[in-house]
């Protein structure tokens, strides 16, 4: 009998809509409409580019996420490892046939989208392991014969993505996989003493990065020694957001993004453009809004009656929380300027197709919470 990953037993349209988690459902249409009303900014209040493909790229990817989540979790149980093995033939094809911009070649030409597999790999990496360890009890997730597979599964991509060459994007694929291995139970001794080994062999992985990312690191210790040139960046974001203040100067009144003193203001330094013009209180507001979307993303994974779906969502939550704290993190200087977007708010349509996938698998996960894996 051919199967329908669309159907859940005898459940109706509306029962499924019904099902829907409306919370979350609210909070992503209230940080997307938040994101519009920012990158409008960016343009100095004009509706161009940009914004444009922003409301555009928003609209679109919005309602793959409510169609993905009619999709029952048993879909994706089964297709997890088809998902991943094509992001990575994509991430290959990349190397073959990708298109080179700033120095970097991550983008395969789509026609209809200029797609970043490595933004796609974020997602199938968690799908991948969360298939994997569903049926390894926990008190075996740390034997050698389950070790290699999900150890290989994230440094293939890692190595993959920072040839590029994208430090920040592999270093946030890596963490995605790690996260969901120590959710299965992994024992910490061993974390641990790879943290050991990685911090000796730091002076060893430096001597491999690009001049511009070693001037990166640089610049994060000290932005002064290079003020016009590597410490640019953070010093202008800086200013905008202490420049806010406690309420802000105002929509459309950010003095450093409208002089153009801040640079890439509409990708990985949109939150600074926010702060300064919506300063301590609407950052704050911005930050809730995350914080209860992680929240609910947790939040669905543990009412869930599968492993599959519980360790989907909870990694994905701490990977969400992840980008996000990365992202704020580097824009106010406590982490070195790596590209990391913020989740929906940044300008990119690979990162927003891969943030929207993850939620519509979560919201599958809601929808279909009571569903069994056969």
């Given amino acids: 009998m051919e199967k329908n990953y669309f159907q859940r037993g005898n459940q109706s349209i509306s029962d499924k809509i019904l099902a829907f988690d409306f919370q979350l459902l609210l909070l992503i249409l209230a940080l997307g409409i938040i994101s519009i009303f920012a990158m409008y900014?960016?343009?100095?209040?004009?509706?161009?580019?940009?914004?444009?493909?922003?409301?555009?790229?928003?609209?679109?990817?919005?309602?793959?996420?409510?169609?993905?989540?009619?999709?029952?979790?048993?879909?994706?149980?089964?297709?997890?490892?088809?998902?991943?093995?094509?992001?990575l033939i994509l991430l290959l094809a990349v190397h073959l046939f990708?298109?080179?911009?700033?120095?970097?070649?991550?983008?395969?030409?789509?026609?209809?989208?200029?797609?970043?597999?490595?933004e796609l790999m974020k997602i199938s990496l968690i799908v991948f392991l969360a298939r994997y360890y569903n049926k390894i009890?926990?008190?075996n997730v740390s034997n050698l014969k389950y070790i290699f597979i999900p150890f290989l599964s994230f440094m293939i991509p890692f190595f993959l993505v920072i040839s590029q060459p994208d430090l920040g994007t592999a270093l946030l694929i890596a963490i995605s996989g790690l996260i969901v291995i120590w959710l299965t139970g992994f024992r910490i001794k061993y974390f641990l003493y790879s943290f050991l080994i990685l911090i000796c062999l730091t002076p060893v992985g430096i001597s491999f990065l690009k001049p511009y990312q070693k001037t990166r690191i640089l610049a994060f210790f000290d932005p002064e020694r290079d003020?016009?040139?590597?410490?640019?960046?953070?010093?202008?974001?800086?200013?905008?957001?202490?420049?806010?203040?406690?309420?802000?100067?105002?929509?459309?009144?950010?003095?450093?993004?409208?002089?153009?003193?801040?640079?890439?203001?509409?990708?990985?330094?949109?939150f600074t453009l926010f702060s300064e013009e919506f300063g301590f209180i609407g950052s704050l507001i911005l930050l809730l809004i995350y914080?209860?979307?992680?929240?609910?993303?947790?939040?669905?994974?543990?009412?869930?009656?599968?492993?599959?779906?519980?360790?989907?969502?909870?990694?994905?939550?701490?990977?969400?929380?992840?980008?996000?704290?990365?992202?704020?993190?580097?824009?106010?200087?406590?982490?070195?300027?790596?590209g990391a977007p913020l989740p929906i708010m940044s300008y990119g349509g690979s990162s927003m197709l891969s943030i929207m996938i993850g939620l519509g698998i979560v919201m599958s996960c809601k929808i279909h919470n009571r569903d069994e894996l056969r």
């Fill in 98 to 118: 990708g298109i080179t911009a700033s120095g970097s070649k991550r983008w395969l030409n789509l026609f209809i989208i200029n797609l970043q597999p490595s």
């Fill in 291 to 338: 914080a209860f979307i992680i929240y609910r993303i947790a939040a669905i994974g543990a009412e869930v009656r599968n492993n599959f779906a519980r360790l989907f969502c909870f990694g994905f939550a701490a990977a969400f929380f992840v980008y996000v704290t990365v992202n704020m993190a580097m824009v106010l200087g406590l982490l070195p300027i790596v």
């Fill in 137 to 139: 009890p926990s008190q």
């Fill in 227 to 270: 003020p016009l040139g590597a410490g640019y960046q953070i010093i202008q974001s800086k200013i905008a957001v202490g420049s806010g203040g406690i309420f802000g100067k105002g929509f459309l009144q950010g003095s450093q993004s409208y002089l153009d003193y801040l640079p890439e203001k509409h990708t990985d330094f949109i």
């Fill in 41 to 87: 900014s960016s343009e100095r209040g004009n509706f161009s580019y940009y914004t444009q493909s922003h409301l555009y790229r928003f609209s679109i990817f919005f309602l793959l996420f409510i169609i993905i989540s009619f999709f029952k979790i048993q879909f994706w149980y089964k297709s997890a490892y088809l998902f991943y093995f094509i992001v």
